[in-house]
């Protein structure tokens, strides 16, 4: 796998992918403290399966009454008559399993609330160890001990648990599958994670409902660790359409990038840009780099402008030099000299004087292109100084300075790669010296 590649994909996850979290709510649910109104109905309905020990009055009270408790929040109170149940259960008084799984709901709540998760699992392990609970009772319960154990990131036993509850389930639902896949992502078994988050997904779609961002995430990650490039493509594709973000547009010129799509690469990026999205100085200049890359200088040029104007694109050397070399190629000379004027003044180097000698020579500006590239070559650091001397040369010339042109075309000569040039140079001149001559004579 390439660096780059490394790179991007932990960029995607430098975040867990979901936040885990049990709704307050169901939690509540599972703890009793919105059975009791439906108590009877719930009960009847199962008793075709299981035989339900009968719930009495009084103790029917005494949960209600604890239930009222910590509905105000006032949960030492509830768990003082809790206790005071399990310590008066001997003889007549003995609570029967659903009693005490009932108990058992709403011990496990207020050590929920008091966040105190490990109590809370051993409470609702009790619910279920009774026997004779209400089916409903134990899948809800059992389910509740799986995202517990997620909770608290003990992801085998979740998985176990989850896996219990998806034994007694008839109707498993998406975020069962989804909590599934992101069990087996923590343990890195990514082959059953995007089986289950698949299946999520699909789940959803069969109901013409809209999956959620989260696991559109997860599963782009996963066939991008799979490397399933068109898997991941098709992904963030469903995530611009029902979730437009700017990252996603980022990363899917990404893709397009590793496939080879430069068009839909550029494509991707410039959509970014259009609907104001970008807001990073690298963002800036990525778009302008494809721009060049598609030999489309002026929008270069037009997106560094605007990053300048809008002060996202850093005021450097290199960001500047950049902004010239796209007007150049765009053939707006005229906004290509200040450009790298800037550039070359920001620079420690005599490169960028020399070079922009030779946009002012473009610009017939002749005497600051000899005075510019003077400079740089004084300065040194010229990357190419025979193109600077070749370009300092045909300066002097369309200034008449014909000696310090000669001296300048040797001087390029000496170097191999322009020797040819620098020789065609000095014969153009010295037919151009003769032909005044003689029209002067004449």
């Given at each position: 796998m390439s660096k780059a590649n490394v790179i991007f994909r932990a960029a995607l996850l430098a975040a867990p992918v979901l936040a885990l979290q049990v709704g307050l709510t169901q939690l509540q649910q599972s703890a009793g403290l919105q059975a009791f109104g439906s108590a009877a109905a719930q009960e009847e309905k199962e008793?075709?399966?299981?035989?339900?020990p009968a719930l009495r009055n009084k103790v029917y009270e005494e949960l209600a009454e604890a239930q009222a408790f910590a509905e105000e929040k006032q949960l030492g109170e509830a768990a003082k008559v809790l206790d005071g149940m399990l310590k008066r259960s001997s003889g007549k008084n003995e609570l029967n399993s659903y009693e005490l799984a009932n108990v058992y709901n709403l011990y496990a709540f207020i050590h929920y609330s008091n966040e105190d998760y490990?109590?809370?699992?051993?409470?609702?392990?009790?619910?279920?160890?009774?026997?004779?609970?209400?089916?409903?009772?134990?899948?809800?319960?059992?389910?509740?001990?799986?995202?517990?154990?997620?909770?608290?990131?003990?992801?085998?036993?979740?998985?176990?648990?989850?896996?219990?509850?998806?034994?007694m389930s008839d109707t498993p639902n998406a975020n069962?599958?989804?909590?599934?896949?992101?069990?087996?992502?923590?343990?890195?078994?990514?082959?059953?994670?995007?089986?289950?988050?698949?299946?999520?997904?699909?789940m959803y779609r069969e109901k013409d409902k809209v999956p959620k961002e989260q696991w559109f995430n997860l599963a782009r990650f996963l066939y991008m660790e799979k490397n399933q490039l068109d898997k991941a493509q098709a992904a963030l594709e469903e995530l611009l359409f029902f979730y437009p973000k700017k990252q996603y547009w980022v990363q899917l010129s990404y893709i397009y990038s590793e496939r080879q799509n430069e068009s839909r690469q550029l494509a991707a990026m410039e959509t970014a840009y259009d609907l104001d999205m970008l807001e990073k100085d690298g963002e800036y200049?990525?778009?302008?780099?494809?721009?060049?890359?598609?030999?489309?200088?002026?929008?270069?040029?037009?997106?560094?402008?605007?990053?300048?104007?809008?002060?996202?694109?850093?005021?450097?050397?290199?960001?500047?030099?950049?902004?010239?070399?796209?007007?150049?190629?765009?053939?707006?000379?005229?906004?290509?000299?200040?450009a790298m004027e800037k550039a070359a003044s920001k620079s420690d180097s005599g490169d960028l004087y020399a070079r922009l000698g030779s946009i002012y020579l473009d610009g017939e500006q002749f005497d600051k292109a000899i005075e510019s590239i003077n400079k740089g070559l004084q300065r040194g650091g010229v990357k190419r100084p025979d193109n600077a001397r070749l370009v300092l040369?045909?300066?002097?010339?369309?200034?008449?300075?014909?000696?310090?042109?000669?001296?300048?075309?040797?001087?390029?000569?000496?170097?191999?790669?322009?020797?040819?040039?620098?020789?065609?140079?000095?014969?153009?001149?010295?037919?151009?010296?003769?032909?005044?001559?003689?029209?002067?004579?004449g």
């Open positions: 008793q075709e399966t299981r035989r339900t490990d109590k809370a699992l051993q409470a609702y392990e009790n619910v279920v160890r009774q026997p004779e609970i209400p089916l409903a009772m134990e899948i809800n319960t059992r389910y509740t001990i799986a995202q517990l154990y997620f909770v608290q990131e003990r992801w085998r036993e979740g998985i176990a648990a989850l896996k219990q509850w998806f034994a069962a599958y989804v909590l599934l896949s992101q069990g087996y992502y923590q343990l890195k078994d990514y082959d059953e994670a995007l089986r289950n988050i698949e299946t999520a997904i699909s200049r990525n778009v302008a780099s494809l721009f060049l890359a598609q030999n489309v200088p002026y929008k270069a040029g037009k997106v560094l402008k605007e990053g300048f104007e809008e002060e996202i694109v850093e005021d450097n050397s290199k960001n500047w030099e950049l902004l010239a070399g796209a007007w150049r190629q765009a053939q707006e000379i005229d906004w290509a000299i200040p040369g045909m300066a002097y010339f369309n200034t008449n300075q014909y000696e310090k042109a000669r001296d300048a075309f040797r001087a390029a000569g000496r170097d191999e790669r322009s020797k040819e040039y620098a020789r065609q140079w000095m014969k153009y001149m010295n037919s151009e010296i003769d032909r005044q001559k003689k029209l002067a004579e």
